[in-house]
């Protein structure tokens, strides 16, 4: 999960239900690690405090309820990361799980995606339906933020995918960011202009 701290973003919701999920499924205890990049917000931004108080609180009992000797369910960042550093971790992860409560594009899907088309490896993007890329992206497993049981269905649903399916799903993802580019937005965009 890789977000900028703000409450639209879901990162709240989005914990709870990763809370949620590893009561209702201790099959993927010491399975699954969420690996949560969380951008600080500009300074001075006093109306972010609390909602990091809160996502502080969620991934502290988190991690102190299901932390074992050689497992953490969450690795939180709560910092910028360099470019090349974020692109690690889009190449490593196995699922991306972007779930803003409302949101325009999202770029941050299409970096996973185009992270995956580079390093040539598989993966999975669990998308908020809310989020404006979501549809473009039919590759992908929407769930809805705000309903914590389809948040906790998704993940399971993308944790389980078999290969062939996961390949197929992220080879339509490519396709879609490949086609999709500034160049064709521009085009499209510029199409529209009344004279």
Known sequence: SV????YVKGPIEKMLAYEAFLEQHPEWREKVTMINIVTPPTPGMEV???TREKLDQVIGRVNGRYSGVNWTPVKYFFRSLPFEE????????DI???????????????????????????GVLVLSEFAGAAAELK???L??????????????????????????RMNDLIERVKK????????????????
């Open 3 to 6: 977000e900028r701290l703000d």
């Open 48 to 50: 972010y405090k609390s």
């Open 86 to 93: 974020l692109v690690a971790y889009y190449v490593a992860a």
């Open 96 to 122: 991306a799980w972007i779930t803003p409560l409302r949101d325009g594009l999202n770029l941050v899907c299409k970096e996973y995606v185009s992270a995956k088309a580079a390093s040539r490896r598989q």
């Open 139 to 141: 590759g992908a497993i």
């Open 143 to 168: 769930t809805n933020p705000y309903d914590i049981n389809g948040m906790i269905k998704s993940l399971n649903a993308a944790l389980e995918l078999n290969g062939h399916e996961i390949e197929f």
């Open 180 to 195: 999709y580019d500034v160049t064709a937005w521009g085009d499209n965009f510029l199409s529209f202009r009344t004279a």
